[in-house]
């Protein structure tokens, strides 16, 4: 049995093009700045008072965590028939996302994410279970970059 572990190829081009290597990462850059002007442009469109507060470095709900959300847990979309969903509009839920990110950070046991979870006292949505649920959970990186929201709570992983 071969248990050498592979190493990686040196870079052996010696023809590296500085020129053109700086223009695509100038390109680049430019496109990440644009998409990025984009996205903000999208999150303003939405009806949802103090929208500012979902672009901070704390709570950022990029539009790509938005989309997946969306996808995954607005009942409009007939997608992944197994996790809770919301009922609500969107703009409501981009405000039950925002209003759960002002909650203190909890620790997701055997996870680098943290949770923030927020009783609305008004229905959202259902669990995976089919319950209506009145609890909005935020998953985001230690970072604050949103991830991912749902209604419910995270379940133990025992009850998984």
Request: charged share 15%; hydrophobic share 35%.
């Amino acid at each position: 049995m071969n248990n050498a572990v592979a190493t990686p190829a040196q870079n052996t081009n010696i023809h590296f093009n500085e020129t053109q290597w700086l223009q695509a990462l100038f390109l680049l850059a430019d496109t990440q700045s644009w998409l990025q002007q984009l996205q903000e442009g999208l999150i303003w469109q939405l009806p949802v008072k103090h929208r500012k507060k979902l672009l901070r470095k704390g709570s950022y709900l990029s539009s790509k965590a938005l989309a997946h959300i969306l996808e995954r847990h607005y009942y409009k979309v007939p997608r992944h028939p197994l996790t809770g969903k919301f009922t609500i509009p969107i703009p409501q839920i981009v405000a039950c996302i925002r209003d759960a990110c002002q909650q203190p950070p909890q620790l997701i046991p055997c996870s680098p994410h943290l949770q923030r979870v927020l009783d609305t006292g008004t229905p959202l949505g259902h669990d995976t279970s089919g319950n209506t649920v009145t609890t909005i959970t935020v998953i985001t990186s230690t970072g604050g970059e949103i991830i991912t929201a749902f209604p419910g709570i995270l379940l133990p992983p025992q009850d998984l």
